[in-house]
Nanobody, 115 residues
Framework: QVQLVESGGGLVQPGGSLRLSCAAS????????WGWYRQAPGKQRDMVAT???????NYADAVKGRFAISRDNAENTVHLQMNSLKPEDTAIYYC?????????WGQGTQVTVSS
């Protein structure tokens, strides 16, 4: 089992920034993909950004140029730097740790963008 603990959510005004973090512990793998997903009320959970162990990244079109995913392999953590936030970025953000055998999820952290 892998345990994920997220931090960094909160309330921010439009145009502001937030940095989310997620730390993994437990039975970690040498081959895995980190991801950030989000789910707004009444909507499905969508991919925001992913990064492989070799730091190959992928972003949803809605966040390209504003969000940046990064990872620290030594610390088993992943971050999501979110800039130029918009009200439509409001959602619960989940980190994901995917191995060849399973996918694990964090508990979610609320991000609210509002004036």
């Amino acid at each position: 089992q892998v345990q994920l603990v997220e931090s960094g959510g909160g309330l921010v005004q439009p145009g502001g920034s937030l940095r989310l973090s997620c730390a993994a512990s437990g039975r970690l793998s040498t081959f895995y993909v980190w991801g950030w997903y989000r789910q707004a009320p009444g909507k499905q959970r969508d991919m925001v950004a992913t990064t492989t162990r070799r730091s190959l990244t992928n972003y949803a079109d809605a966040v390209k140029g504003r969000f940046a995913i990064s990872r620290d392999n030594a610390e088993n953590t992943v971050h999501l730097q979110m800039n130029s936030l918009k009200p439509e970025d409001t959602a619960i953000y989940y980190c994901s740790y995917r191995t060849a055998d399973a996918e694990y999820w964090g508990q979610g952290t609320q991000v609210t963008v509002s004036s």
